[in-house]
């Protein structure tokens, strides 16, 4: 089993910044991908950011250049580093985990998501 910790959700004014971390523990054999996911009211669930093992990102272009997602290998620890915040990144943003856990068995596990809200 997996566990999904998320922390540094919150209220900003816009042009604020917020750090999201999301640690995960458990029978972790391998960390192979973490990312951030969000969902506003009445939208879909959509990719933020993500990260492999090695270091490759990837983006979403709604978020270029203002966030910056990094992890920590040895934490399994995933950061979301959020600048130049803007009422439209108000939304529940949820850490994801792929990897292989246990007895070699490969999940996909779900933070339960931590709110984040941008005020203009």
């Known amino acids: 089993q997996v566990q999904l910790v998320e922390s540094g959700g919150g209220l900003v004014q816009a042009g604020g910044s917020l750090r999201l971390s999301c640690s995960a523990s458990?029978?972790?054999?391998?960390?192979?991908?973490m990312g951030w996911y969000r969902q506003a009211p009445g939208n879909q669930r959509e990719l933020v950011a993500s990260?492999?093992?090695?270091?490759?990102?990837n983006v979403a272009e709604s978020v270029k250049g203002r966030f910056t997602i990094s992890r920590d290998n040895a934490k399994n620890t995933v950061y979301l580093q959020m600048n130049s915040l803007k009422p439209d990144d108000t939304a529940v943003y949820y850490c994801n985990f792929k990897g292989t856990v246990g007895i070699l068995s490969y999940r996909e596990v779900w933070g339960q998501g931590t709110m984040v809200t941008v005020s203009s």
């Open positions: 458990g029978s972790i054999f391998s960390n192979d991908y």
């Open positions: 990260i492999t093992r090695s270091g490759s990102t």
